[in-house]
């Protein structure tokens, strides 16, 4: 599929800011003055250079200590919705996490969220779905089609004005409860429940969404009574690789994942399909493998991650940490404290142009990570934040 040229010129171009970064804070620009500061600020938060007047209104708010006022300025170019925040979501969108594929509805869906300040937190749970606005002669918005994104980006149109608000339910035909944010997309669903064991869509949203993979976050003293049937209690005929690694990471994940077990993805019709009260048959997967494994016969969920060494996750305590359904799961995850730093740090490597590595940026994204929180989860802020903290370095 033919890529936009623009955003992959853009995306080499912040390649070669990440690898100068070093060699330009050891040049001295942490005693650049404002305007310098307002023109780095700008080509991190946009990846390309402001206009005079815009530079001109950057500046005299850096040199006034609006520091934020001047970030929030570099936003309302159409490349940081275009280029910038869709750089940051597409590798989200697929397993091999690569930058290098079209705009779809997962990755407009965060766009549109980031500029409409809607709350970040619900990123995981909202019967919510982005779509180009009425009059630009789009293909239609399709559950079985990547089409109408397509189209967007084909014609280089400016996503900042192009994007406007409309639910799953009305566009896709969800039934009501069944939407649950990004993770019941077109482009979710198809990367991550086609075929296996709908494992992979809780993988991947904790490793992309909360900043941790499987294995970091492994736990064996939890209970495995909810570990399904396709998992073998001795694999290669011994009991302790199950009891030492198997049991890490399933007795957390199936309990988490059977929130998914209505859901499918059908690849002939290419869209995802949703059994409402009926539980998919891959979850039946390999029964034999261990008989007396859990069977799954509904969508209840329950997290046995907030005991144990995982509560340093963060949950929400006026949670319940147990409920039915993708959504619920969702609101689980996006309110827990792993969530909220893993958006900050994002974006910190985003506008920063690398990973946070001393006391003082600790710091910094703890304090973002609360200010974050407060906020109502409004992630337009966190790149504020970012950049007036990094604009000197």
């Known amino acids: 599929m033919q890529m936009d040229l623009r955003n992959l010129l853009l995306a080499g171009t912040r390649s070669v800011l990440v690898a100068c970064g070093l060699a330009v804070a050891l040049a001295g620009t942490a005693n650049a003055g404002p305007r310098e500061q307002a023109k780095r600020m700008h080509d991190r938060i946009a990846g390309v250079p402001p206009s005079a007047s815009v530079l001109a209104a950057m500046e005299a708010d850096i040199a006034a200590g609006r520091n934020e ?34 705009l779809n509805d997962y990755t407009a869906t965060f766009i549109g969220m980031v500029r409409d300040d ?18 630009l002669g789009l293909p239609g918005v399709s559950a079985a089609s990547n089409d109408h994104y397509a189209e967007m980006e084909n014609r280089h149109l400016d996503l900042r004005d192009a994007l406007q608000a409309t639910t799953q339910a009305s566009a896709y035909g969800l039934p009501p409860g069944a939407a649950a944010g990004v993770m019941t997309t077109r482009a979710a669903a198809q990367a991550f429940f086609v075929a296996g064991t709908n494992r992979a869509m809780f993988r991947f949203t904790l490793l ?33 690789l199950f009891l030492n690694n198997c049991v890490g ?15 499918d993805y059908d690849e002939g019709q290419g869209r995802m399909t949703y059994s409402a009260g009926q539980v998919v048959s891959k979850y039946f997967n390999n029964d034999e493998t261990f008989r ?12 046995y991650w907030r005991s144990g060494p995982n509560a ?7 949670l319940p940490g147990s409920g039915a359904g993708a959504s619920s799961l969702g ?34 994204i703890g304090s973002m990570v609360a200010s974050f929180r407060s906020s109502g ?17």
């Not at 809607?118 to 919510?128: I, K, T, Y």
């Not at 007396?292 to 997290?303: F, K, L, Q, S």
Request: proline letters at 6%; aromatic letters at 10%.
């Open 69 to 102: 006022d001047a970030a929030m300025r570099a936003m309302e170019h159409p490349s940081f919705y275009s280029v910038t925040l869709k750089n940051l979501a597409t590798p989200w969108t697929n397993r091999d996490r690569t930058v290098f594929a079209p």
């Open 118 to 135: 809607f709350p970040m937190n619900r990123l995981l749970s909202a019967d919510v779905l982005y779509v180009g606005r009425a009059g």
């Open 208 to 240: 992309n969404h909360l900043c941790h993979d499987l294995e970091e976050i492994q736990d064996t003293s939890r209970p495995s009574d909810r570990i399904r049937q396709d998992v073998s209690r001795s694999p290669g005929g011994d009991s302790r």
């Open 249 to 263: 990471c399933h007795s957390g994940m199936d309990p988490m994942a059977q929130a998914f077990a209505h859901y």
């Open 292 to 303: 007396p494994g859990y069977v799954t016969r509904d969508d209840r969920w329950d997290n």
């Open 312 to 318: 340093l996750l963060g949950w929400d305590p006026s």
């Open 331 to 364: 609101e689980e995850l996006g309110n827990s404290e792993a969530f909220a730093s893993c958006q900050v740090e994002k974006v910190f490597r985003t506008v920063c142009l690398r990973s946070p590595d001393d006391a003082a940026d600790r710091a910094q």
């Open 377 to 393: 989860f409004r992630l337009k802020r966190v790149f504020a934040d970012s950049a007036a903290y990094c604009m000197g370095q």
